[in-house]
């Protein structure tokens, strides 16, 4: 094993990274995080409080964007009474009995008449109830008894043809009470309600409810800006040929990715040489341009690894913690800078990008104000075989999930059998390292041996939280 600390299934060494990590006060990972949203608590971020800039969108481009102000319903609605089936606007009083059928309300149209006593009209689901009607029998719970054909002539001067005006009764043995089968005008939403609260996260649901109302234009929290500084003298962008002892930076590129899918703008910062200049100069630049800064690679022990002395110099409170109960990933930093997240994330691709969905991801929700952040999805399963873990790290570990011969996100056209199990999948561990990101592709989602357990045996059942 290298004295990078690399990330097995099985076996934990020692080496002299981790003796050296040895002198920090590692937190958990619970308590790292819960002491980094009192910090952007602190600095006004939480639920409904997000970054103070805004911005105005189409309504229909809102997915997943933070409201920044509460919307009111400026009409009720449904905006007048609607039939909630097929059947005829009647007077619940006049049920059950024979009625006469006086007309058919169209649909997009108000009748032009109104339902008394003994009457009845034809009407469509979600069509406007005419005047006097406070009821609908369905077109099932009513009998045709006569139907009237007969000619009648339009009014006027008579130079437009005859017309066929059908005339009929039917019958119903049901007994109805006022409001049944119908809608009443505000009966989902009141005028003046608050329909979206600020800070909601708007969904399909949410986008159709506004619509519906007319209001095709949010004011949204504007996106976060997100530095993205990647370093090393051995990194070369991916379009690069390397040579030996050279690696294309792939760091960068996966955090873009997960910081667009929740709610950020990434800023790259390209790559950074292990020269602490270049790191001053790449903070000082994020602290004017960014929201939210991630530093890949320069956190831990080594003697070019300048992220933590650069982090306290960029403001106040600055380092929360360096170094968390955590595996992959034990040198993360956590760091919140003149009001602004600032995390420091290994530069093996497993550890960041585990260590930025876990910890940093959930922070760029908090500053966005999000009440309803995304939440991962978990399944239960069985493990297949033994898993190995550090017991003094909160330890997470690569597993694909196999129903039979069924795999999950390895079958083309399939539908998962997951949602009806009738027994658990299996978990296979995949035993990889942490600068393998293969090991990660490979799997279908992750699975946690908590701290204190040094072995998970085979048969043992565990929460996998899904890869999206």
């Not at 409904?48 to 997943?64: C, F, K, L, N």
């Not at 004017?288 to 960029?314: L, W």
């Not at 691709?349 to 585990?354: F, H, K, Q, T, Y």
Request: charged share 25%; with cysteine.
């Amino acid at each position: 094993m290298s004295s990078t600390g690399e990330w097995e299934v099985g076996g934990w060494e020692l080496s002299r990274y981790n003796r050296a990590m040895r002198k920090f006060d590692l937190l958990t990972p619970a308590d790292a995080v819960a002491k980094l949203n009192a910090a952007l608590d602190a600095a006004g971020y939480g639920p409904a409080r997000g970054i103070a800039a805004t911005e105005v969108i189409p309504t229909t481009q809102a997915r997943d964007r933070v409201l920044a102000r509460d919307v009111i319903s400026p009409t009720p609605m449904p905006e007048f009474r609607r039939s909630a089936v097929d059947g005829y606007a009647v007077r619940a009083d006049a049920t059950p009995g024979v009625l006469r059928v006086i007309g058919e309300v169209r649909m997009g149209e108000v009748a032009p008449f109104a339902i008394r006593h003994g009457e009845a009209a034809l009407v469509h689901t979600g069509g406007n109830l005419p005047e006097g009607a406070d009821a609908v029998v369905m077109l099932e719970d009513t009998v045709p008894l006569t139907l009237d054909d007969r000619r009648q002539a339009e009014p006027g001067d008579g130079s437009l043809p005859a017309v066929l005006v059908r005339q009929w009764k039917i019958q119903t043995n049901k007994k109805l009470a006022p409001g049944d089968n119908a809608i009443q005008q505000g009966e989902d939403v009141k005028a003046g309600e608050v329909v979206v609260r600020a800070g909601m996260r708007l969904r399909e649901q949410e986008i159709g409810g506004l619509l519906a109302l007319g209001i095709t234009q949010v004011e949204v929290v504007r996106k976060p800006r997100v530095a993205l500084i990647a370093s090393g003298d051995e990194l070369v962008p991916a379009e690069a040929e390397t040579r030996p002892g050279q690696v294309r930076n792939i760091n960068a590129p996966m955090l873009a990715a997960l910081v667009a899918r929740n709610g950020g703008e990434p800023l790259d910062f390209g790559i950074l040489p292990d020269a602490r200049a270049a790191f001053e100069e790449a903070a000082q630049r994020a602290m004017r341009e960014a929201d939210m800064v991630i530093f890949m690679a320069g956190s831990s022990v080594g003697e070019r690894d300048f992220v933590p002395d650069v982090v306290n110099a960029m403001g106040e409170p600055g380092i929360l913690t360096h170094g968390i109960l955590f595996r992959p990933g034990k040198p993360t930093l956590f760091a919140v800078c003149n009001g602004k997240p600032v995390f420091g994330l290994p530069g093996n691709p497993i550890s960041a990008l585990v260590t930025g969905m876990l910890f940093a991801m959930p922070a760029l929700w908090r500053i966005q104000g999000a009440l309803n952040p995304p939440q991962s999805k978990f399944v239960r399963a069985v493990l297949a075989h033994e898993v190995k873990s550090p017991k003094d790290l909160e330890h997470w570990f690569p597993v694909r999930l196999e129903i039979g011969d069924w795999r999950l996100g390895n079958e083309q056209g399939s539908t998962s059998p997951i949602s009806n199990l009738q027994s658990l999948p299996s978990a296979e561990p995949i035993s990889t390292k942490s600068n393998l990101i293969f090991g990660l592709v490979r799997a279908d989602g992750i699975a946690c041996a908590p701290i204190g357990v040094d072995k998970l045996t085979a048969g043992t059942e565990v929460e996998v939280r899904l890869f999206d």
